[in-house]
């Protein structure tokens, strides 16, 4: 099947912007395909019925396209991470993962109706992310007695950055009508799936009734219905400082009209390499810095040239 039927198989119907969108699908993923950017079955991919595969797939896609509106210009390798930046003498690999919604309810993925009021599974959202970017952590820093991942076969070098770029898309409520990058903590799902931030909370002195101002818990590890619970702070753990951002994203078909992206980066605060502020499109960014054994503080950057808005947030040692 060739992309033009595949793509017109997938979005059949002529209403509203729909033939629109179709064309661009097609005049992108072809122009992806021609320069070279995508794996042998990338195509393949992009042709499948699998929505999972596809959605993988048409990710790349689409935050290659991100990239090259942005001027970044990008390769992809025979072996290793979906895209090679280079930049004033510094290789930057991003790797790409669109995580599938397993354990999401599905009354949120695609409700019987839109109007009333539901549950947020910001909990089963956020193991989403914290198995993704674990999924991706492997791939760089292989698996104990089976790989050596990218970083041990020297595809990735020892001086290179590695992004993980995480495309929510797929984990959306309300039938996927609304971007969400947000979890309960009114911080990103990234910041909390790395940086040990929890909802927010109140304690009460029993003895006065007062109240305390609202605090952000200290959330280590998301518990699971079933198995060991997850840990929510690679980036305050050592082993993990080969990482040095995650690309956050929640992007689809729509940006590729006038749709704006959604897009944060979170940077790691132990990165052996960091990755540099205002290098990747995004609206905000977040850039923690360790103060000692006990705090860190987190910046929140809007743009590169945006006013910083700085919160401290208590870590254990």
Same mark, same amino acid.
């Given at each position: 099947?060739?992309?033009?039927?595949?793509?017109?198989? #997938?979005?059949?119907?002529?209403? *509203?912007?729909?033939?629109?969108?179709?064309?661009?699908?097609?005049?992108?993923?072809?122009? +992806? =395909?021609?320069?070279?950017? *995508?794996?042998?079955?990338?195509?393949? #991919?992009?042709?499948?019925?699998? $929505?999972?595969? +596809?959605?993988?797939?048409?990710?790349?896609?689409?935050?290659?396209?991100?990239?090259?509106?942005?001027?970044?210009?990008?390769?992809?390798?025979?072996?290793?991470?979906?895209? !090679?930046?280079?930049?004033?003498? #510094?290789?930057?690999?991003?790797?790409?993962?669109? @995580?599938?919604?397993?354990?999401?309810?599905?009354?949120?993925?695609?409700?019987?109706?839109?109007?009333?009021?539901?549950?947020?599974? &910001?909990?089963?959202? !956020?193991?989403?992310?914290?198995?993704?970017?674990?999924?991706?952590?492997?791939?760089?820093? /292989?698996?104990?007695?089976? &790989?050596?991942?990218? %970083?041990?076969?020297?595809?990735? *070098?020892?001086?290179?950055?590695?992004?993980?770029?995480?495309?929510?898309?797929?984990?959306?409520?309300?039938?996927?009508?609304?971007?969400?990058?947000?979890?309960?903590?009114?911080?990103?799902?990234?910041?909390?799936?790395? %940086?040990?931030? /929890? @909802?927010?909370?109140?304690?009460?002195?029993?003895?006065? =009734?007062?109240?305390?101002?609202?605090?952000?818990?200290?959330?280590?590890?998301?518990?699971?219905?079933? *198995?060991? @619970?997850?840990?929510?702070?690679?980036?305050?753990?050592?082993?993990?400082?080969?990482?040095?951002?995650?690309?956050?994203?929640?992007?689809? $078909?729509?940006?590729?009209?006038?749709? @704006?992206?959604?897009?944060?980066?979170? &940077?790691?605060?132990?990165?052996?390499?960091?990755?540099? !502020?205002?290098?990747?499109?995004?609206?905000? $960014? +977040?850039?923690?810095?360790?103060?000692?054994?006990? &705090?860190?503080?987190? $910046? #929140?950057?809007?743009?590169?040239?945006?006013?910083?808005?700085?919160?401290?947030?208590?870590?254990?040692?």
């Amino acid at each position: 099947m060739t992309l033009k039927a595949a793509i017109e198989q #997938r979005y059949p119907h002529n209403g *509203g912007r729909v033939p629109a969108m179709r064309e661009r699908i097609i005049e992108v993923a072809q122009a +992806y =395909l021609d320069a070279g950017q *995508g794996d042998v079955n990338a195509l393949q #991919r992009l042709c499948s019925t699998d $929505e999972f595969m +596809y959605w993988q797939q048409l990710s790349e896609v689409l935050l290659g396209y991100q990239l090259g509106e942005a001027g970044i210009t990008f390769t992809h390798q025979a072996a290793g991470p979906d895209f !090679l930046i280079e930049r004033e003498g #510094r290789r930057i690999w991003v790797e790409v993962i669109t @995580p599938t919604p397993t354990g999401i309810p599905a009354n949120w993925l695609a409700p019987a109706e839109i109007n009333g009021v539901r549950d947020f599974p &910001h909990e089963q959202i !956020l193991l989403r992310w914290t198995a993704a970017i674990k999924q991706k952590a492997e791939v760089l820093l /292989g698996q104990r007695g089976q &790989h050596a991942g990218y %970083l041990g076969g020297g595809i990735v *070098g020892a001086d290179d950055c590695y992004v993980i770029a995480v495309n929510a898309r797929l984990l959306r409520g309300y039938g996927g009508t609304f971007t969400e990058l947000t979890g309960i903590s009114q911080w990103p799902f990234a910041v909390e799936a790395t %940086l040990a931030i /929890g @909802p927010l909370q109140v304690r009460i002195n029993r003895d006065t =009734l007062e109240s305390s101002e609202p605090e952000h818990q200290q959330r280590y590890v998301i518990h699971k219905p079933v *198995g060991q @619970p997850v840990p929510a702070d690679t980036f305050l753990d050592e082993r993990f400082a080969p990482i040095s951002a995650i690309w956050a994203a929640d992007i689809d $078909e729509m940006t590729l009209l006038d749709r @704006p992206a959604s897009m944060v980066v979170v &940077h790691n605060p132990r990165a052996t390499h960091t990755l540099p !502020l205002g290098l990747l499109p995004a609206q905000e $960014e +977040y850039r923690a810095a360790v103060l000692d054994d006990e &705090h860190y503080q987190l $910046e #929140r950057i809007q743009g590169i040239s945006a006013q910083a808005q700085e919160i401290s947030v208590t870590v254990e040692p």
